[in-house]
T-cell receptor, first 116, second 117 residues
Framework: DTEVTQTPKHLVMGMTNKKSLKCEQH?????MYWYKQKAKKPPELMFV???????INESVPSRFSPECPNSSLLNLHLHALQPEDSALYLC???????????????FGPGTRLTVL | AQKITQTQPGMFVQEKEAVTLDCTYD???????LFWYKQPSSGEMIFLIY??????QNATEGRYSLNFQKARKSANLVISASQLGDSAMYFC??????????????FGTGTQLKVEL
């Protein structure tokens, strides 16, 4: 069983809706990640939080807004999305040790988002 | 910039046979980490195995082993005694140095493995 949980599993939203994706990890990790994955493609990194601070933003449109309330929780707030934003959104966590190659990322089950 | 190449979009293997999934990489960094992940149709990315650039021995985890050839810049995944449950997409990834906290992974395009009876 994964120790990274994501809710909801599926989400359908209109372009004018506001919704949030939630991620929680129970491994004491200090780095958390959001990825977007289109069908049959590799995951694309969106954001990285390290010690609850945003450390990497891969030029993601402002309609995606991340939030890290504490070291165990990571949210992704969605507003005014486009149909092309439909994808699998994956959350991951790692110990967050920079300078160590063994910093393995562990992924949650993902949220399948459909924007109508 | 780092680059990962997986040249096999799809592979078939018979149950109980071994299969090798290819991965080559390119980096100018002498220190790096290589990872393999499995992604079933359910979507979850499952960590399988890790190899560090300075590791002297090939990594092994149960039925998974990594054939690491540093001079050739290849890190092939070997799955022994394939099972039907091994049918999934497999991604090779490399850890990328980041100036901030956390670590970036560069992923290959993936190999879809199908295990047949």
């Amino acid at each position: 069983d994964t120790e990274v949980t994501q809710t909801p599993k599926h989400l359908v939203m209109g372009m004018t809706n506001k919704k949030s994706l939630k991620c929680e990890q129970h491994m004491g990790h200090r780095a958390m990640y959001w990825y977007k994955q289109k069908a049959k493609k590799p995951p694309e990194l969106m954001f990285v939080y390290s010690y609850e601070k945003l450390s990497i933003n891969e030029s993601v449109p402002s309609r995606f807004s991340p939030e890290c309330p504490n070291s165990s929780l990571l949210n992704l707030h969605l507003h005014a999305l486009q149909p092309e934003d439909s994808a699998l959104y994956l959350c991951a966590s790692s110990q967050g040790s920079t300078g160590r190659n063994t910093d393995t990322q562990y992924f949650g089950p993902g949220t399948r988002l459909t924007v109508l | 910039a780092q680059k990962i190449t997986q040249t096999q979009p799809g592979m078939f293997v018979q149950e109980k046979e071994a299969v090798t999934l290819d991965c080559t990489y390119d980096t100018s960094d002498p220190s790096y980490g290589l990872f393999w992940y499995k992604q079933p149709s359910s979507g979850e990315m499952i960590f399988l195995i890790y190899q560090g650039s300075y590791d002297q021995q090939n990594a092994t985890e149960g039925r998974y082993s990594l054939n690491f050839q540093k001079a050739r810049k290849s890190a092939n995944l070997v799955i022994s005694a394939s099972q039907l449950g091994d049918s999934a997409m497999y991604f090779c990834a490399m850890r990328e140095l980041s100036t901030g906290g956390g670590n970036k992974l560069t992923f290959g395009t993936g190999t879809q493995l199908k295990v047949e009876l």
